[in-house]
């Protein structure tokens, strides 16, 4: 089946160290989205990704570094300059069309130890 | 993208037709209406999607206001498996045209819909 896989489903974080997050698509999608949600909220974009080798800070990138060096991955890490990563994180993807549904992944929930 | 207001949650019972209503007054000629629904513990799912005609997929219908004001989502027969918060989306089209390409969705706080079996 098609879809989008995020991997680990919960991830556990040491003070001060980075850490990465898996989004994998076989969808053919060429944008890819990383959002993140608090308890009770609705979700916010982090970086998105309209095509291979390129992607655009969204509305709360500080503390977050993307890669999009294939079309089917786009992984999200989270670096030691965010000073609150406990949150669900929720990858998607989409048609390059800008009124097409997107996808999303089940998430991964990173705590902080 | 405008701004749109839900009511903060909703009950209903089990296979009767649920009406989640969304406020969407600053919307623009070119914006699309969207819908989309997050079950617990997982990623948001798209639910429906239109612009000025009332529109029905097997999800669900939506009907829009005659001045696009307003829009509401209904599920005609809810079941507990539709238990979820429900999110109404402005999407602008001129952005499509203008070759600005896919971007990120806005998500606000949403509806969390309670059915009671």
């Known amino acids: ?113 | 993208d405008a701004k749109t207001t839900q009511p903060n949650s909703m009950e209903s019972n089990e296979e009767e037709p649920v009406h989640l209503p969304c406020n969407h007054s600053t919307i623009s000629g070119t914006d699309y209406i969207h819908w989309y629904r997050q079950l617990p513990s997982q990623g948001p799912e798209y639910v429906i999607h239109g612009l000025t005609s009332n529109v029905n997929n097997r999800m669900a219908s939506l009907a829009i206001a005659e001045d696009r004001k307003s829009s509401t989502l209904i599920l005609h027969r809810a079941t507990l498996r539709d238990a979820a918060v429900y999110y109404c989306i402005l999407r602008d089209l001129e952005r499509m045209y203008s070759g600005g390409g896919a971007d990120g969705l806005t998500f606000g706080k949403g509806t969390h819909l309670i059915i009671q079996p």
């Open chain 1, 1 to 113: 089946d098609g879809g989008i896989t995020q991997s680990p489903k919960y991830l556990f974080r040491k003070e001060g160290q980075n850490v990465t997050l898996s989004c994998e698509q076989n969808l053919n999608h060429d944008a890819m989205y990383w959002y993140r949600q608090d308890p009770g909220q609705g979700l916010r974009l982090i970086y998105y990704s309209q095509i291979v080798n390129d992607f655009q800070k969204g509305d709360i990138a500080e503390g977050y570094s993307v890669s999009r060096e294939k079309k089917e991955s786009f992984p999200l890490t989270v670096t030691s300059a965010q000073k609150n990563p406990t949150a669900f994180y929720l990858c998607a993807s989409s048609t390059q069309e800008h009124n097409q549904p997107q996808h999303f992944g089940d998430g991964t929930r990173l705590s902080i130890l």
